[in-house]
């Protein structure tokens, strides 16, 4: 029996797939967690982990994770996700990315890439050259498309409103304090956006010289990456890497809502719970930060259809995550139970997993 079965994140995948290519040096893995909706997509993660057996937790929890976000979000996809294994200093080569295209191309169709940490624009023009089933390609202006990461962005700042205006019932984010953990293309993002609404913002980054850099761009405050959670705010928005929110995390938190694009924010499930007892209110991070894979999946749809999809469809859809999470957030209140629970439950039924 694969070891991995005896992982806590194992929850019925239909393939996991080890690739290793001697000759350029790559090793992956590629999770399908469901094709029930459609062909499995997600991102391929690039990132050197000192055990390996971390690397196959992140591939079956964020395939996992896409199974939920894109039925949630509506998109006739499943859910699937890949992790390549980089050395400590993050080499990464052409050839590398040739051989990972070839092991998506030998997938059928079945598993459908992107951009995810790591990743760049460049890299998904290089697997395409090998494989058909890549996405987040360079696209012409106004056309849905190229990188993730503004849409993803656009989403999570929809979301932060929709979530100051339940459970704070405010309709502006005037004055409202929001700390973010992350400065990067999605955690920038969304900081310049609130800026533009007149949110006081608090930035951290591991990268100091970033969330400085991006602090004096909005007149905002800097603190060390590891004192964001401690920050007193109204927001705290996790937009780096996940599995933050555990019993010591938790219990660090100086705010009324949770919600940032971070995949996998909670430790384990029961810390959803955590937070519900304690009154601050959960964004669900696959709900709230589908705008990115809305994007590339419909450029992807689009172009196996041969049809244009322009951008206004994308923001659209991106403008439809508020209302999901104000369901599952009014069923939290009325049933009593912790809204990630919930969020789970509605996506397991849309897989056909439900109880």
């Given at each position: 029996m694969p070891a991995f079965w005896n992982e806590p994140d194992w929850d019925e995948h239909e393939r996991v797939e080890v690739v290793h290519d001697r000759t350029?040096?790559?090793?992956?893995?590629?999770?399908?967690?469901?094709?029930?909706?459609?062909?499995?997509?997600?991102?391929?993660?690039?990132?050197?982990y000192a055990d390996p057996a971390g690397a196959m937790r992140d591939a079956l929890r964020l395939s996992r994770g896409?199974?939920?976000?894109?039925?949630?979000?509506?998109?006739?996809?499943?859910?699937?996700?890949?992790?390549?294994?980089?050395?400590?200093?993050?080499?990464?080569?052409?050839?590398?990315?040739?051989?990972?295209?070839?092991?998506?191309?030998?997938?059928?169709?079945?598993?459908?890439?992107?951009?995810?940490?790591?990743?760049?624009?460049?890299?998904?023009?290089?697997?395409?050259?090998?494989t058909s089933h890549v996405c987040g390609l360079p696209v012409g202006e106004g056309d849905a498309g190229g990188d993730p990461g503004p849409f993803t962005a656009m989403g999570i700042y929809h979301g932060i409103k929709?979530?100051?205006?339940?459970?704070?019932?405010?309709d502006s984010m005037e004055g409202v304090r929001v700390a973010i953990q992350g400065c990067g293309s999605v955690g920038g993002g969304v900081a310049k956006l609130l800026a533009k609404d007149g949110a006081v913002l608090t930035l951290s980054d591991i990268n100091d010289d970033r969330a400085r850099a991006l602090a004096a761009e909005l007149g905002a405050e800097a603190v060390a990456a590891d004192q964001v959670m401690g920050v007193e705010c109204d927001v705290f928005?996790?937009?780096?890497?996940?599995?933050?929110?555990d019993d010591a995390g938790i219990a660090g938190l100086d705010c009324a809502i949770v919600a940032g694009g971070a995949n996998n924010q909670l430790a384990r499930p029961e810390h959803g719970a955590q937070l519900h007892e304690r009154g601050i209110l959960y964004a669900p991070d696959y709900v709230i930060n589908a705008g990115g894979i809305i994007n590339v999946s419909l450029e992807y749809l689009c172009r196996q259809?041969?049809?244009?999809?322009?951008?206004?469809?994308?923001?659209?859809?991106?403008?439809?995550?508020?209302?999901?999470?104000?369901?599952?957030?009014?069923?939290?209140?009325?049933?009593?139970?912790?809204?990630?629970?919930v969020a789970d439950a509605m996506a397991q039924t849309l897989i056909g997993r439900g109880a």
């Open positions: 350029s040096g790559l090793t992956a893995i590629i999770a399908l967690h469901s094709t029930h909706l459609g062909p499995g997509a997600g991102g391929t993660r690039f990132w050197h896409m199974s939920y976000k894109n039925a949630m979000a509506g998109l006739p996809m499943g859910g699937g996700k890949a992790v390549v294994l980089l050395d400590k200093d993050g080499k990464k080569t052409k050839a590398m990315l040739h051989a990972f295209g070839d092991a998506v191309e030998a997938m059928g169709g079945r598993y459908v890439t992107a951009e995810d940490v790591g990743a760049t624009v460049a890299d998904m023009v290089a697997i395409a050259e090998r929709a979530a100051v205006a339940h459970k704070l019932e405010k928005s996790p937009n780096a890497l996940g599995a933050i929110l259809q041969g049809e244009p999809c322009d951008i206004d469809e994308v923001r659209k859809r991106i403008a439809q995550i508020p209302g999901r999470l104000k369901a599952i957030w009014n069923e939290s209140d009325a049933c009593g139970r912790p809204s990630n629970e």
